[in-house]
């Protein structure tokens, strides 16, 4: 069975969406992982601030690494997101993820997403179906 770090070795490799953000992988274990990625210009809506999907894809992926790295393939089938501070260009957002419960067809975790400052700036919960195909 392959390792949580050879599992997102090869999510990465075909993930154009993350590396495009810029995110990096901080730490990996079976069910948890922490990335970090830093705001950039292009991240900013109309109000210069973050745009509610930079926070949202860095914890979806975040959501992806945690549970395929069991060693089965795992996909989204419930998420939802709260914001609860503003993201300026510059600030580096860190998700921290934690599995709640898994079973051997349904993970449910929770990723929280900090700046620089240790601030709380999203809570993001998602459900995953796991497959019965395994990463190798």
């Known amino acids: 069975m392959l390792s949580p ?3 997102i070795n090869q999510m990465m490799e075909k993930d154009s969406f993350s590396k495009w953000l810029g995110i990096k992988i901080e730490d990996i274990q079976k069910g948890s992982c922490i990335l970090s990625l830093t705001v950039k ?3 900013l809506n109309g109000f210069d601030i973050a745009h509610g999907g930079t926070c949202y894809s860095l914890a979806d992926s975040a959501l992806a ?3 395929n ?3 089965k393939k795992a996909v989204s089938i419930e998420t939802s997101i709260s914001h609860t501070n503003k993201v300026l260009c510059g ?3 860190t998700a921290y993820t934690k599995e709640l419960n898994k079973t051997s067809k349904i993970g449910l975790y929770s990723i929280e997403i900090t700046n620089q400052e240790n601030l709380t700036v999203a ?3 998602g459900t995953v179906l796991f497959s019965d195909k395994n990463w190798n």
């Open 5 to 7: 770090d050879q599992i």
């Open 123 to 125: 809570q993001f919960k």
């Open 41 to 43: 210009k292009e991240m």
């Open 69 to 71: 790295s069991h060693g």
């Open 65 to 67: 690494f945690a549970a």
């Open 91 to 93: 600030d580096k957002l």
